[in-house]
């Protein structure tokens, strides 16, 4: 990781998102999705298409940069499973 921030300072695209998803991942570094989530914003910003994914990746845990945080996912509304007669 330590390569990648270096490069992503110099404002990098690839490196942005490679750091990203190291602190997505927690490789080298301690996983911190709310970092991440950065990281891929600022590649994102310069038109790389993969940190536009990993921005929903985050979004999906829960962690979004520059807008309120989302609550608890609904749950899923299902009916019961009725075995039918006769059967």
């Given at each position: 990781?330590?390569?990648?921030?270096?490069?992503?300072?110099?404002?990098?695209?690839?490196?942005?998102?490679?750091l990203?998803?190291?602190?997505?991942?927690?490789?080298?570094?301690?996983k911190?999705?709310a970092?991440?989530?950065?990281?891929?914003?600022k590649?994102?910003?310069?038109g790389?298409?993969a940190?536009?994914?990993?921005?929903?990746?985050?979004?999906?845990?829960?962690?979004?940069?520059?807008?309120?945080?989302?609550?608890p996912r609904?749950?899923?509304?299902?009916?019961?499973?009725?075995?039918?007669?006769?059967?």
């Amino acid at each position: 990781a330590q390569w990648y921030t270096k490069a992503a300072e110099k404002e990098h695209a690839a490196a942005m998102f490679n750091l990203g998803w190291c602190y997505g991942q927690g490789l080298g570094v301690e996983k911190n999705v709310a970092t991440a989530a950065q990281w891929y914003t600022k590649a994102a910003e310069k038109g790389h298409a993969a940190a536009m994914i990993g921005r929903g990746w985050c979004r999906g845990r829960g962690r979004e940069v520059g807008g309120p945080q989302p609550g608890p996912r609904p749950r899923l509304l299902t009916r019961p499973h009725r075995p039918q007669a006769g059967g």
